[in-house]
């Protein structure tokens, strides 16, 4: 099991094993705090009750270790994993947790009542899968790790599949075989003799929405950004703190040239940052974050990646992303990831600005289009949908080639169809999961219903807001299962500690209290951290169109990646029992090649489904 992951740590492992409790925990090392063997897990505790197995970053742990040692505690070592486990000897696993700001996955022993505790952070930064198989119970950072073990059996979940299917990703507590599952964030799960897993709930992101939206700050525009810089400053700040080099990733887009900005005023001897440029000027992003490293002075490394580098990847993806997955900007987090890793061991990021701060285009558009949409009768607008939808796709690409002044839309057919179903929508939240959705006849493409979602649940995000609606279903689904997945994996293959300021707690709940008018203003969003970063970067150099980590993902389809993707459907086909409409699936897969519209994320959907399948020998259930 340890080798299977050993990626994620390769400067050291350990095994304790307590055979009488029929117990084994194993850890693999990645060296960030305290380089020494006084950092080496699994580790015990002082008095010897708990043992921790323990993946991630404790970023205020100076002011832990400072309340312990108030309280009497000395350590041997430096490491957050002594001062965590003196945590919970000292005030217990809970209040330890409440105090404790950082990102974890963590198996705690206690030998004393001979149970188990597996812990997630409140975010979901880091992964935690478990199975229980017949009295044995299964769990490690990655599902590679129990796949390992005999006891387990590749089958393929049809629920979760079909949730796949709909969001590119296997969503939630789900997982894609049958058996196993993650443990949600903000919680940790109690194992014992005494009766089935126990779920305590620590930290709640739906409270704590309705929290902030309850007391909001009262304060002018300047007043907010200011409060905001100060807490995120202190984020970034803590987690310059390592004992080994930190950069930054840049894209020269308004969240990275933010925590690049703040990391600069703290970082001796200067920022490293790093960024990909591509030949495609469409995705080629690298000249503005040149311009933001120049402006604030950051050591800064640029990688010119051609196709050939970025199509290299592919095969890997199935190993990288031990359960199917499909964001395409995978492949450039790879890569600058590898990159860095060359020069430094820990990377800041700047994921979490569009969800903290209303910055996804569908915030400012749901919240500015819906009360003029809703209205509209709904029979009137499912009518203009069929009509939408009736049109040619040919007709929709040559209406958006005659659009003057390099206007014209990307991906017009696919924008068309997305347009089309949002129109027929009852409500924002089914606009909400029309917008994220890839395959909307993901059930019948698989013969199975895709599980509960809370973007389907009336009562998630009930009393936030529209905006805070918005803002809240990104938090507890996109984030964790798409974004924080796609940056874990493509990090900890290249065993690159990703660090995510945007995301601490602290900021998380700062900005539930901000009001809507500070985050997003007409169709313009992150107003506020357009603020703060215009205190240390020139808006000239930020203001501009936003635009995704992406790649030319449709024209390689048609081009070098046509053979192996026909090539992985008609070895499917050629198996036999495949639960997936076939048919369907190919007439897609037909349309796109032949130029009838864009399908690229639905079938690199598909294509990875398949992939990971053949990689893993995972069956059909």
Known sequence: MLDAIRHRGPDGDGIWMDQEAGIGLGHLRLAIQDLSPAGAQPMSS???????????????????????????????????????????????????????????????????????????????????????????????????????????????????????????HVPGTACILEGVRKIEPGTFEHFDTEGPARTVRYWDLAAVARAGRASPLAESQDELAEGAEVVIDRAVRERLVSDVPVGAFLSGGIDSSLVVALMQRHATGGARTFSIGFDDARFNEAPYATKVAAHLGTRHTELRVTADDALGVIPQLPDMYDEPFADSSQIPTHLVAKMARSQVTVALSGDGGDEIAGGYRRHAQIAHWWPIMAKVPRALRSAAASVAHAIPASAVEALARAVPGGHAPGNPVERLRKAAGILAQADPRGVYGGLVSLWDDAGALCGARPLPSPIDDPAAGEGLGLLGLLRFLDMATYLPDDILTKVDRATMAVALEARSPLLDHRVVEHFWRLPDESLVRGQTGKVILRDILARHVPPALFERPKTGFGIPLGD????????????????ERAEGGCVLDLDAIGRVMDDHMAGRGNHQHRIWAILMLLAWKKRWGATWS
């Not at 490491?79 to 919970?88: K, W």
């Not at 390689?556 to 070895?571: F, H, N, Q, V």
Request: net charge positive.
């Open 46 to 168: 002082a008095g010897g009750r708990y043992v921790l197995t323990y993946n991630g970053e404790i970023y205020n742990v100076a002011q832990l270790r400072g309340d312990l040692i108030a309280a009497g505690w000395s350590f041997r070592g430096t490491s957050d994993t002594e001062v965590f486990l003196a945590g919970v000897e000292q005030w217990g696993l809970e209040e330890t947790l409440s105090r404790a700001a950082g990102m974890f996955a963590m198996g705690l022993w206690d030998r004393e009542r001979r149970s188990l505790t597996l812990v997630r952070d409140r975010i979901g930064k880091k992964p935690l899968y478990v199975a229980e198989i017949d009295g044995l119970l299964l769990f490690g950072s990655e599902l590679k790790a129990l796949m390992a073990h005999p006891a387990l059996e590749r089958r393929i979940d049809r629920r979760a599949l079909a949730s796949y299917l709909r969001f590119g």
């Open 556 to 571: 390689w389809l048609r081009g070098p990646l046509r053979e192996w993707a026909l090539s992985l459907l008609a070895d």
